[in-house]
């Protein structure tokens, strides 16, 4: 039930508000039906990257082999999450090789495929890796680890906990077909203890099926809700579905404030169904193509795309939220969101860069090239 109604932000040249504001049992929803920002306002991300890490030969320590994280510690010195030697690599600020955190193996401070790394208090670094996690310090020294079991954490909380985006047990299913799970947001340790649900919500849509190797596979449905979700200090933002908007739910898991911009849905076409397959087929091993091209004649496609394929929090509280697309080596379409909830505009990043974090200067991510050689790439974000 709606308790009222307020208009707020800039008039249109039709005198109409820019953001609808309005409360909803207790929910506050912020529509925005235009961007904020006016002709010259908008923020651009730089073609050319100020940092550029990678290379197809060198050192070794020059090339990049599954990147999965990079982060920024406080100085300025990049961090890069390199899967493929399971190790970290620290950067100076202009992209010279510092050292190497961790390694492979079972030891103390050995971890096998990390895939997230999180700078703490003092530059001290939190990595998530395969059935471990591990803390160092600000010079790279081994602090501890914990084992970890099942799912590995997907963001931290500013009170040093962490967000778990999970199926919850008895869930799950193994047959064929369609699979559009439940997500349980989960706040705890990183090694899972003192576990706190703190919402379910609709998880991403999968599709699972029998290979001809035999055994079950999973993909993701084609054109299926994607469940997003990221810490927000100590709340969660999350997002899902083929409306624009985002959810964000307080410390106790209550949702309180819904973000909304006025975009209608885009339809599925036979050009979008082409170019999916396109893109399933050449990001797989030759083998497997038999078993794709089986899928291709089973789907049924949705008549709706979804709206959004990921969500980050830049480090002044501003939502980033990218339109959903299936040519992943396009150009991203970004809307930012401010900590009111105002729709401030779109912010376009260069084509290929899948986006890792945003600060209030710069935009780092990971690009791979025609030969499959990956870069890490730093772009000045510039606001007028």
Known sequence: MALGAV?????????????VESDSAGVRIIESVRPAWTEGEAWRVMEVPEVRIGTPDGPEEAMLHQVEDVARLGDGRLVVTNRGTHE????????????????????????????????????????????????????????????????????????????????????????????????????????GAAADTLAHVPGSELYRFESSAGGMASLRAPFGRIRLAATYGDSVVTAGGTDFEVQLLDETGELVRILRREKAPDPVSDSDIAELEKGLLD??????????????????????????????????????????????????????????????????????????????????????????????????????
């Open 7 to 19: 208009l707020t932000g800039c008039a249109g040249s039709d005198g109409s508000p820019a953001v």
């Open 88 to 191: 970290l690599r620290v950067y100076s600020t202009t992209g010279d090789f510092v050292r190497t955190v961790g390694r492979q193996g079972e030891g103390p401070g050995e971890f096998f495929a990390p895939s997230r790394t999180w700078v703490g208090p003092d530059d001290s670094l939190f990595v998530s890796a395969f059935l471990r996690f591990s803390v160092f310090d600000s010079t790279g020294t081994f602090v501890r680890s914990v084992g970890v079991e099942g799912w590995s954490p997907h963001d931290r909380f500013r009170d040093g906990t962490y967000l778990f985006v999970v199926i919850p047990r008895g869930v799950d299913r193994f047959e064929p077909g369609h699979f559009h799970p439940i997500n349980a947001l989960v706040r705890a340790e990183a090694d």
């Open 283 to 384: 990001s797989a091993p030759e083998r497997t193509h038999p078993d794709r091209r089986r899928l291709f004649a089973e789907w049924s496609y949705p008549e709706l795309k979804p709206a959004l394929d990921r969500l980050l929090v830049d480090s002044e509280g501003n939502i980033w939220v990218r339109a959903y697309s299936v040519d992943p080596a396009g150009a991203g379409e970004w809307s930012v969101f401010d900590p009111s909830g105002r729709w401030l505009g779109t912010v376009e990043t260069p084509p290929g860069l899948e986006v890792k974090w945003v600060d209030d200067r710069s935009i780092a991510g990971v690009r791979v090239d025609e030969l499959d050689v990956e870069y890490v790439h730093v772009h000045s974000l510039v606001k007028p």
